[in-house]
């Protein structure tokens, strides 16, 4: 992914305001053969209007499972050693929060608004939530207690998607059982880990179309002491600069480069430690960490603003190698980045306070098509 260095400011999300609630809806499952491919895509492609009409279409031929009852479902995904759970559910999005300490769902990256507007006008025409944004919260006992109690029976679906993912599915459909979910998660908070964008287009489509369908979300909030996302780092690349010009920034602003060899280099990766190389040396640079702060903030609130010249283009890439790759093609730095940890994540949304865009990347996400959310339903 690459951002121009002239991109308009982000902005904040507005706050949804508490009780976090999730509500019963009506799952939409795609064909196995349709999930974790090129093919989940194509049911969401132009023209957009006609998803709808599609997936009613496809429902007819098998192809698509639409539940005849609304229900909270517990979704459980499992892919390279790792099983996460989560319950999905519609989240409640009627009430903003005015203030932080109100808000029941917390995100900690800015958006664009453009693409806000885009996302919201396609939800619109499609009249589906393709894929729940994702959660993640430090969950009540109580919570982990109902979805251990719901996972001892069969599956309500189980199946091995394209990509390799194995996914179970539970529906809850039971009245106490929702009524103690509503009532243990009302007062709590949650991260958004994944789905800044989508979050700020519900809450556009809600003020744009008033309406039961609107006034909700499709959301998998994740209980990250239960079975977390591993939360790792984003790497930066840094388009035509140099080394040098990398040392001279950090220079005016206390930080620290020294020229070593790879190895050396990526193992002295550390929370305020970041690692450079032009693709031919390498370095590590030592910045100045504020308790409060994160490795990601000192880069782009104060290293990048002391480049000379600017890079002329910001780039994002997940693994080293991608980075790697990039630098070999086109003139730049790579810029190696720690991985945050959740608890810190945490403590900037809870100081109101929003990191650079793409931070964080949590993972694994669970694969498009198991669980859709169609606004038809209300």
């Not at 300490?101 to 006008?121: K, M, S, T, Y």
């Amino acid at each position: 992914y690459d951002a121009p260095m002239h991109d308009p400011p982000l902005v904040h999300p507005p706050h949804v305001a508490r009780p976090l609630r999730l509500r019963p809806f009506r799952g939409l499952t795609l064909d196995p053969s349709r999930i974790g491919s090129p093919a989940s895509a194509r049911a969401f492609t132009r023209p957009y209007d006609q998803v709808a009409d599609r997936l009613e279409r496809w429902a007819r031929r098998g192809q698509v499972h639409h539940d005849s009852e609304p229900a909270l479902y517990v979704h459980e995904y499992a892919v390279g050693g790792v099983t996460v759970r989560g319950l999905v559910g519609a989240l409640d999005i009627s009430r903003v929060a005015h203030e932080r300490r109100d808000a029941a769902v917390l995100p900690h990256e800015g958006i664009h608004p453009r693409q806000v507007d885009d996302l919201a006008a396609r939800m619109s025409q499609m009249q589906v939530n393709p894929a729940p944004i994702l959660l993640v919260h430090h969950g009540p006992v109580a919570v982990r207690e109902v979805l251990d109690r719901e996972q001892r029976r069969s599956p309500d679906r189980e199946l091995t998607d394209r990509g390799g993912q194995h996914h179970r599915v539970w529906a809850i459909r039971e009245p106490s059982t929702l009524a103690t979910l509503e009532r243990e998660l009302a007062d709590r908070q949650a991260l958004i880990a994944d789905g800044h964008h989508r979050y700020a287009a519900y809450l556009q489509l809600r003020a744009r179309e008033p309406g039961t369908a609107t006034r909700a979300g499709l959301a998998m909030l994740v209980d990250q002491d239960d079975t977390p996302l591993h939360l790792g780092p984003i790497h930066r690349i840094l388009g035509h600069t140099t080394l040098p010009a990398l040392a001279a920034a950090g220079a005016r602003i206390g930080a620290v480069l020294r020229e070593v060899d790879a190895e050396r280099a990526i193992g002295a990766l550390a929370p305020d430690t970041l690692v450079a190389t032009d693709g031919r040396r390498w370095a590590t640079l030592d910045v100045h960490l504020p308790p409060d702060r994160l490795a990601v903030e000192v880069l782009h609130d104060r290293l990048l603003p002391e480049l000379r010249p600017r890079p002329t283009r910001l780039a994002y890439h997940h693994g080293v190698n991608e980075a790697l790759a990039d630098i070999d093609r086109r003139p730049g730095v790579a810029v190696l980045m720690p991985a945050p940890t959740f608890s810190r994540v945490l403590a900037t949304c809870t100081a109101d306070r929003l990191l650079p865009e793409k931070a964080t990347s949590f993972q694994p996400k669970p694969s498009v098509g198991v669980l859709i959310r169609s606004l038809r339903d209300g």
